[in-house]
């Protein structure tokens, strides 16, 4: 038998003889491997989700609004609002912008044959549908003839076939939106949370003209939504915006613009730091798990190892090396963090699954943060497993017997 | 016949410092220590007995003198070769036994040929059984120590002692620890393995454990203060004997 074989046999009786000590010291590694593990995935995942959503919004969006400003803790209105002649314009003029869509929002009470419930109501024109890359399931979209008609037609979302259909086919049924009858034609595609956690097939869409002059009875609009030709021409699009509405405003050129165009990509731009704010702040949460953890470890690990220098003690009066302490140290120190390390990955990835099955928000389990959470408490478990062992191998016999 | 010297010293002197103040523990010790020799070393607390027993047993150096183990001079020897000398040619046994825990008495009997690197061992398993037998603990092989009562204990601890066949055996307050009924069975298990051939050093401060020795160094101050061969050494009988007077 070679001295490592017999080594490595006496590591493993003594983790086998102390069952508990071993369980403990694992424990600590398990813990913080999965901590780490689920922090760092959870924040992997929430960054990666929200730029998903936000993307999928297409990068070529434009939303068109009345300047407002923010006085005295509200928003106040600055220019003209805007209406049918802007968009008007808008539609006959513009090069950059293919797509336009007016929008008008509404909260109301929505009744239908299994339930009711308060929604907000999109009143858009048929190219909605393109600009927002919205998709049906079931039956069609509405066409500009219906717009034109003011056709008491809807498509609603999935959370409103829920509450309201039950789950059933709502095309052809009749829903009551503020008492007045709509025949739903479509169904959204489901779309799930949105970036500010609000229900995105929560949604009802009828034709603008429909909402106005049934619902609403102004003639405002709360936004022009439009899509820029490619994302490259976003810029030009903006431009060209500009100048038409500032025309159909007759603002004068000293004049501040009443309006303000937010572009797809200037959501993105911000939304992208307040991720990666979002991702500082979970590193830092991910950090501290890791500190915690390896604090833990360091700790099981010191306590165990000084609680055994009367051993080491007398290994040494019955003849071991310096280095058979050291080595049987180092294969016990390896094992409990190698198999403590692989024991927290996998109950990491059951966290993360086990939160998905809790809220429906699913965690990528990131294979950096098993790399990151492994690898430093398994540093951290050898590290301090080894070093004490080493203090204590050094130590004279004598000191070490004495040792209380 | 001249009997082989197991121990030789010359002039061995400890020195401990601690800071500023030097403490002289022991003082040219000459000493010489035959094959088959049967040693209790006495002493009151502070007069060097355990100093003098850790440098023979290799686990301190002395600060100037010499030490010859065996014909062989270790106070030159470094850390690893020390490991070795004492692995080897010493067994230890110790006042608080210490034996591994939780673990069996025949898994602890064999620890110091896992430390071997001579080869010569090769089946653990027996030597190790066989010195059990020797100590009368055939029947407890497979207990673990937190099952056995400490004279056992102090039985595996001299097993484990014996285990590789050491040049010499030293104890340290082998019956510290032991009532006098198991102290008297332990010092007649010396007295049974020194029949046998072995050489022991046992350092004891209760005079009736020490007559069972051969011989009686008598310590003070790091001085050997008499050196004389016991004549009137005590037996199991006698000392049984005696223990009843006394209660």
Same mark, same amino acid.
């Given at each position: 038998?070679?001295?490592?074989?017999?080594?490595?046999?006496?590591?493993?009786?003594?983790? @086998?003889?102390?069952?508990?000590?071993?369980?403990?010291?694992?424990?600590?590694?398990?813990?913080?491997?999965?901590?780490?593990?689920?922090?760092?995935?959870?924040?992997?995942?929430?960054?990666?989700?929200?730029?998903?959503?936000?993307?999928?919004?297409?990068? @070529?969006?434009?939303?068109?609004?009345?300047?407002?400003?923010?006085?005295?803790?509200?928003?106040?209105?600055?220019?003209?609002?805007?209406?049918?002649?802007?968009?008007?314009?808008?539609?006959? @003029?513009?090069?950059?912008?293919?797509?336009?869509?007016?929008?008008?929002?509404?909260?109301?009470?929505?009744?239908?044959?299994?339930?009711?419930?308060?929604?907000?109501?999109?009143?858009?024109?048929?190219?909605?549908?393109?600009?927002?890359?919205?998709?049906?399931?079931?039956?069609?979209?509405?066409?500009?003839?219906?717009?034109?008609?003011?056709?008491?037609?809807?498509?609603?979302?999935?959370?409103?076939?829920?509450?309201?259909?039950?789950?059933?086919?709502?095309?052809?049924?009749?829903?009551?939106?503020?008492?007045?009858?709509?025949?739903?034609?479509?169904?959204?595609?489901?779309?799930?949370?949105?970036?500010?956690?609000?229900?995105?097939?929560?949604?009802?869409?009828?034709?603008?003209?429909?909402?106005?002059?049934?619902?609403?009875?102004?003639?405002?609009?709360?936004?022009?939504?439009?899509?820029?030709?490619?994302?490259?021409?976003?810029?030009?699009?903006?431009?060209?915006?500009?100048?038409?509405?500032?025309?159909?405003?007759?603002?004068?050129?000293?004049?501040?613009?009443?309006?303000?165009?937010?572009?797809?990509?200037?959501?993105?731009?911000?939304?992208?730091?307040?991720?990666?704010?979002?991702?500082?702040?979970?590193?830092?949460?991910?950090?501290?798990?890791?500190?915690?953890?390896?604090?833990?470890?360091?700790?099981?690990?010191?306590?165990?190892?000084?609680?055994?220098?009367?051993?080491?003690?007398?290994?040494?009066?019955?003849?071991?090396?310096?280095?058979?302490?050291?080595?049987?140290?180092?294969?016990?120190?390896?094992?409990?963090?190698?198999?403590?390390?692989?024991?927290?990955?996998?109950?990491?990835?059951?966290?993360?699954?086990?939160?998905?099955?809790?809220?429906?928000?699913?965690?990528?389990?990131?294979?950096?943060?098993?790399?990151?959470?492994?690898?430093?408490?398994?540093?951290?478990?050898?590290?301090?497993?080894?070093?004490?062992?080493?203090?204590?191998?050094?130590?004279?016999?004598?000191?070490?017997?004495?040792?209380? | 016949?001249?009997?082989?010297?197991?121990?030789?010293?010359?002039?061995?002197?400890?020195?401990?410092?601690?800071?500023?103040?030097?403490?002289?523990?022991? +003082?040219?010790?000459?000493?010489?220590?035959?094959?088959?020799?049967?040693?209790?070393?006495?002493?009151?607390?502070?007069?060097?007995?355990?100093?003098?027993?850790?440098?023979?047993?290799?686990?301190?150096?002395? +600060?100037?003198?010499?030490?010859?183990?065996?014909?062989?001079?270790?106070?030159?020897?470094?850390?690893?070769?020390?490991?070795?000398?004492?692995?080897?040619?010493?067994?230890?046994?110790?006042?608080?036994?210490?034996?591994?825990?939780? +673990?069996?008495?025949?898994?602890?009997?064999?620890?110091?040929?896992?430390?071997?690197?001579?080869?010569?061992?090769?089946?653990?398993?027996?030597?190790?059984?066989?010195?059990?037998?020797?100590?009368?603990?055939?029947?407890?092989?497979?207990?673990?120590?937190?099952?056995?009562?400490?004279?056992?204990?102090?039985?595996?601890?001299?097993?484990?002692?014996?285990?590789?066949?050491?040049?010499?055996?030293?104890?340290?307050?082998?019956?510290?620890?032991?009532?006098?009924?198991?102290?008297?069975?332990?010092?007649?298990?010396?007295?049974?393995?020194?029949?046998?051939?072995?050489?022991?050093?046992?350092?004891?401060?209760?005079?009736?454990?020490?007559?069972?020795?051969?011989?009686?160094?008598?310590?003070?101050?790091?001085?050997?203060?008499?050196?004389?061969?016991?004549?009137?050494?005590?037996?199991?009988?006698?000392?049984?004997?005696?223990?009843?007077?006394?209660?």
């Amino acid at each position: 038998m070679t001295q490592f074989f017999k080594l490595f046999k006496v590591a493993f009786q003594a983790i @086998n003889k102390n069952r508990s000590r071993s369980l403990l010291t694992m424990l600590g590694i398990i813990i913080g491997v999965a901590a780490v593990i689920m922090t760092i995935s959870a924040g992997e995942g929430a960054s990666k989700q929200v730029r998903d959503q936000i993307s999928g919004l297409g990068s @070529n969006l434009m939303m068109i609004r009345t300047k407002t400003e923010h006085r005295a803790g509200v928003n106040v209105r600055m220019g003209r609002p805007l209406d049918k002649h802007d968009y008007e314009i808008l539609k006959k @003029n513009a090069v950059w912008m293919p797509q336009l869509s007016p929008l008008v929002a509404l909260g109301a009470q929505v009744i239908g044959p299994d339930g009711n419930k308060s929604s907000t109501i999109y009143g858009v024109s048929s190219a909605y549908f393109n600009i927002l890359n919205r998709d049906i399931v079931l039956g069609k979209t509405f066409t500009d003839e219906d717009v034109k008609t003011a056709n008491k037609i809807c498509v609603i979302g999935e959370t409103i076939r829920e509450e309201l259909f039950s789950g059933r086919d709502p095309v052809g049924s009749q829903i009551r939106i503020n008492k007045v009858p709509f025949t739903v034609i479509g169904l959204l595609t489901a779309q799930g949370q949105g970036v500010m956690g609000q229900d995105q097939d929560d949604i009802i869409i009828a034709p603008y003209t429909t909402i106005q002059n049934r619902l609403y009875g102004g003639t405002e609009y709360n936004m022009i939504m439009a899509s820029a030709t490619s994302e490259n021409a976003i810029d030009d699009a903006k431009f060209e915006a500009t100048i038409l509405l500032r025309e159909a405003h007759k603002l004068l050129p000293d004049q501040d613009d009443d309006f303000d165009i937010t572009t797809q990509l200037e959501i993105q731009e911000v939304s992208g730091s307040v991720m990666n704010i979002l991702t500082i702040l979970l590193g830092a949460i991910g950090s501290i798990s890791l500190i915690v953890g390896g604090v833990g470890i360091m700790n099981i690990m010191l306590v165990s190892v000084t609680e055994r220098t009367r051993e080491i003690g007398t290994r040494l009066a019955i003849g071991a090396r310096e280095s058979d302490i050291l080595t049987q140290f180092l294969i016990e120190a390896i094992s409990l963090s190698l198999v403590g390390g692989i024991i927290g990955i996998i109950l990491g990835i059951l966290g993360n699954q086990l939160v998905y099955k809790l809220t429906n928000f699913i965690i990528p389990t990131s294979v950096s943060s098993i790399l990151i959470g492994f690898g430093f408490s398994v540093f951290v478990g050898v590290a301090f497993g080894y070093f004490p062992a080493r203090k204590a191998a050094k130590l004279n016999p004598i000191d070490a017997l004495r040792y209380e | 016949m001249t009997l082989k010297k197991v121990i030789e010293t010359k002039k061995l002197s400890r020195i401990f410092k601690n800071g500023d103040i030097e403490v002289q523990a022991l +003082t040219d010790i000459d000493l010489v220590i035959e094959e088959g020799e049967f040693v209790a070393i006495m002493g009151a607390s502070g007069s060097g007995k355990s100093t003098l027993l850790h440098i023979i047993g290799c686990l301190d150096r002395p +600060t100037s003198g010499a030490y010859d183990l065996g014909g062989i001079r270790v106070n030159t020897l470094n850390k690893n070769e020390l490991a070795d000398i004492r692995n080897q040619k010493i067994g230890f046994i110790f006042q608080s036994y210490n034996l591994l825990s939780r +673990t069996t008495a025949l898994e602890n009997v064999e620890l110091p040929l896992v430390y071997d690197r001579t080869g010569k061992f090769s089946n653990y398993e027996k030597l190790a059984k066989k010195a059990l037998e020797q100590v009368g603990l055939a029947d407890r092989i497979y207990h673990k120590t937190n099952e056995l009562s400490g004279g056992q204990q102090q039985r595996v601890a001299i097993a484990r002692a014996l285990v590789n066949n050491p040049a010499l055996i030293l104890a340290d307050e082998p019956t510290g620890n032991l009532d006098s009924k198991n102290s008297i069975d332990i010092a007649d298990l010396f007295v049974r393995l020194n029949n046998e051939g072995k050489t022991i050093i046992i350092i004891t401060h209760e005079e009736e454990i020490a007559k069972f020795a051969k011989r009686m160094i008598y310590l003070r101050d790091g001085r050997i203060l008499t050196d004389e061969i016991i004549k009137n050494r005590s037996t199991k009988e006698s000392a049984l004997k005696e223990l009843e007077i006394t209660t």
